[in-house]
C-alpha cells in the first residue's frame, strides 16, 4: 500500500497544509518518507462536523452491525499484510516479534467488542416495572440502559503504535459504545497511522457507514490537539502519553463550557514488593525476571518495574548483585524517538547525579538514539526525604528502595502516587505480610498481581489497566480490557414510555437477550 | 432530643467556635435556638484525620455489616419520632405531609442500599480463570472487584434538608460503598443536620464501628467547605447547590495534587415537550397537571418544570390560558430561605423585564419569604436567540416556549444545555414525531418520562437522577437509586492472587453468592 501523507477526513483523504511531519527511523536516524502534511483548525472543524452528523446514524445502528463493523476494521487491518510490520518496525524501532503480537492483541482488542456488543451486558439494562397498586403513590415503570457519549478525541501513544494508537484500545471502545472517532495520530509513527486509518476507513465503506464516524489528523505541535479537546462537538477524549501533556489537555477538557470525561494515562512507575520468604528461596530467579521486564521493548511500557520495594537485608544484597549482573549484560536497545531518547539519558543522570542515590549498575552502551540500561538502590528513609525519586523515568530504569523494617515498607507503599500495577513477589510463608499490605495495595493500584511483573496486560474481561491519580487521570475506569467500552456510556432513565418506543433491549419481551436486572435482580 | 448546636467530629460532639450559625423560620422569621457553633479548618483536619484513620477497618467490614449499619441509621432516624419533623418545619417552611413522606425516602434509601449490599451486584465480580495452556503465551489469573475510593465530603442540599442532606443519598451512598463521610450541613437547617448526624453516630456507636466513619460539621461561609474538598483524605465528594457554588467546588477538586471525583447537581430547567395530538386532546388537564408540579414544595424541587415546549397554534394558546388561569390561582409559598426567596424574585424580576418575554400569570401574593408563582411565554426564535432564558430560575416560574414548527423545536432543543429530566406528553397519534425526537432527547437528560412531571424521582434500581452539563458535573452517574453507589467505587484487577488472599466476592467457590461475569458470561 502506497503511503500519501494525507489526512482523513470521514470519507475524505487530503493532504494538510499546516506544515509538514517525517516519520524517523530511530535506529538508522533515516528520514522516512513520505511527508504527511499538518492538518489546520479548519481540519479539526471538518473533523468534527462530520463526527457530530455521523453520531446519529451511526449510534441508532443494531449492536449487531456494529459489531460486524469492528470486525471489518480488524479484517481490513491484516489485509495490509507485512507492509505494515515492515512501516511500524521502520518508524519505531521495535522488533518483528513484538510488532506481531501487537498488531493480534489490536485485531483481538476489536473482536473482543464485537463480542462485547452481542452480549449486551455493556448497556447495564434495568427495569423496574410499575407498581400501579402501590401505597401512598404508585411506582411509574422505569427502564434504565446506557448510551454513548457522542464524537470521542483520541490521541495515539508512542509506545504502542498499534494497540494504543489509530485502531488501538481507545478507538475501538469508543466505536464498540456507539462513538464516532477523530484520532491525532501520534507524530513518531505518521506512516503506520496511515496504514491503520486507511483500514478503518475502508471498513466504514464496506460496512456502509456514514463516514464521519472516523476521521485521522497528523499535526506535531500542540494547537490542533487543543483545538480538538476544545471542540464543542467532542464529548470525551483518550490519551496515553507524558504527565505533562495529559494535564495540559486535561485542563482543557474541564475548563470548557460544557467540561467533558478525559481519559488520560499517564506516569506510573509500578512498584515491585518483594516479600521475605520468596526473596530468600529465589532472589536470584525474580532479580533475572525483573531485569528481562525491566529491558523489555527498551523498557518503554506504561507498566514497566521502575521500582522494587523490600525489606534490607542480605537477601535483597544478593538480589541487587544478582539484578546488577544482568543488567550490566543487558543490550543498549533502540528507543522510540530521539526525544525519548534523551529523557531518558536526562532521568538517568539526574538519578545517578541525586546524591542519596547508588548507582548499582547500567547496562551495555550503544549507539543512535539506545537506550542504556540503569539500576539504583536508595534507602527507604532517603525515598521518603525525595519525592522526585517517586517520578517515572520512562524507559529501563529503576530503583531498589531498601526499607529498613515492614513499618518503613508500609510508609514508602503510603507515600508512592497512584499506580497502573504493583507485584508482589510471595511464597506461602509471606502471605500473612501479603495479607496485610493488601488493602493499602489496593488504594494504590488498578492491578495487583503475583509472582510476576506487570508488563503483560491481559485483554480479558477482569482487567484494570488504569489506576488512581497520576497513573490516570480517572482511576474508576480501565483502558483495556471489556470493561473499557464504560468509559464512553452514560445512563439513561426511561419512565413510563410507550413499549413501542422504548429502545429492543429494553423491549418488555427481550429481543436482544441481553442480561437485564429486573426489580433489582439479574435474570 | 434536646439540640446542643455541637459539631459532631467522630464520636466527639463540641462546639464550633468559628462564628455562631442559627435557623431562621423562613415562615415567620423568627430565629431558631439553639447557636450551632461553626467549624475550624482544624476541625476539618480533625475530621478528615478520623475517617481515614476509620476508612481501613470499615471497609473491611462483612457487607451484612455494613449493611446492618444502614439499617440501624433508619431505625435511629424513626426513633427521633415528631421532634424532627416539627424541627423540619421550623427550619424549612416544607409542609409536615411533604416531611415525612421525605423521611420515609430517607430511611428507604438507607434500606435500599443495604439490600444493595446483600446482593453484591455492585461489586461488579468478574473472573477469566488462567489458560495455562494457551499459545503462544498462558494467561493468568485474572479477577476484578469493585473497591471504595475512601472518605467522601457530602454537602447537605437546602431544597431535601432529609433526603439529600446529613442522611441523605449522597451519605447513604457513599456509606455503603463502604467510604467513611464527612458531612457540611446545609446553614439554612442545623438544627436538622445535629438530629439526623446524631442517628447516624448513635448507629455507628450501636454497631462498634469507628468513630470516625462519620462527622457534623457546620459553616455558613465557603472556608470550612474548601477546605473539606481540598484535604488530601477526601477523595470524592458529593454536592447538591447551585451552578457557581457547585463549579467552583468542582474547580478546587480538579485543582488538588491529586484530583478527585466532584460530584454537583446544580442547574436544571426540565423541559416538558407537548406534542400536538396529547395538547389537542386534552391541553387543560396537562396544563393542571403542569402547574401543579410547577408550584409543588414553591417550586424548589431540581426536577421543577422550568420550561415548556410546544408548537404554536391554537391548542397551545388554549394550554397557556388554562395554564395561566391555575397559575393565578396558585397561593403564594414561603421559601425555604430569605436567600432563596429574593434570588426567586430577582430572576422572575428579570424575566419580567425581557422584552423579548411575555408574562402571562402571577399567581398569588403572600407576606414573608413568599414566592409568587410566575408563568412566561416566549416565541421559538427568541428563546434561540436569548440564552439566558435557558437559565434556571430556582422556584414556581416556567417559560413556554412557542415554536414555530417542528424544526425550530428541534433546534430549541438542541439549544437547550444538559437536563436532569425531560418530559413529553404525547397520545398515541404522537409516536412518530416522540420517536424522532427521542434520540436529541437522550442526548440531552439522564431521565426521559412520558405524559407526567419530573418531580416525582422514585428511589429505584432503573432510576436515573443526574444528566449532562450542567444539571450534574458528571453525567455518567446518578445520584439517586441503587447505582448511586459506583460514584465512590473503582474497579481493581488481581491476578494470581492465592486463593487464601482473595477477597470473600471472588474466592472461587462464591462463599457471598454474588453475581459474577465468569469467562464474560454472567453466571
Redesign the interface.
Known sequence: MTLTGELLIGGERRFGTNGEIKGVNPASGETLEPAFGGATKADVDAAAALAQEAF?SY??LPYETRATFLEAIAEHIEAIGDDLIVRVMAETGLPRARLE?ERGRTTGQLRLFA?VLR?G?FL?A???PALPERK??P??D???RN?PL?PVAVFGASNFPLAFSVAGGDTASALAAGCPVIVKAHPAHPGTSELMGRAIQAAVASVGLHPGVFSLIHDSGYEVSQALVADPRVKAAGFTGSRRGGLALAAIA?GRP??I?FYAEMSSINPVILLPAALAARGPAIAEGFVGALTLGAGQFCTNPGLILAIDGPELTAFVEAAGKAVEAAPAAVMLTPGICQAFAHGVAALNDAPEVTTVARGLTGVGHTGQAALFSVSGADFLANPHLHEEVFGAASIVVRAADQAQLEKVIAAI??QLTIAIH?D?AD?GL??DL??AL??K????????FGT?V?V?????H?G???ST??????SVG??AIARF??????????E??LPAELKTDNPLGV?R?V??K?G
Do not use: C, K, W
Open positions: 446519529a449510534r441508532a503480537g463480542s452480549d451486558g447495564e434495568r427495569i423496574d401512598p403513590l411506582r411509574p422505569l427502564r434504565l448510551v457522542g474541564q460544557e467540561p470525561p502516587e497512584g510471595m506461602e502471605h501479603a495479607g493488601l488493602p489496593e488504594l493500584a488498578g492491578r495487583i498481581l503475583v509472582n510476576g503483560g491481559e480479558a474481561h477482569a482487567m484494570v488504569g488512581p491519580f497520576p487521570s480517572d482511576g474508576r475506569t480501565t471489556s470493561l456510556l452514560r445512563p439513561v432513565s426511561y419512565q413510563n414510555l410507550p413501542a418506543l442480561v436486572r426489580d433489582g439479574i
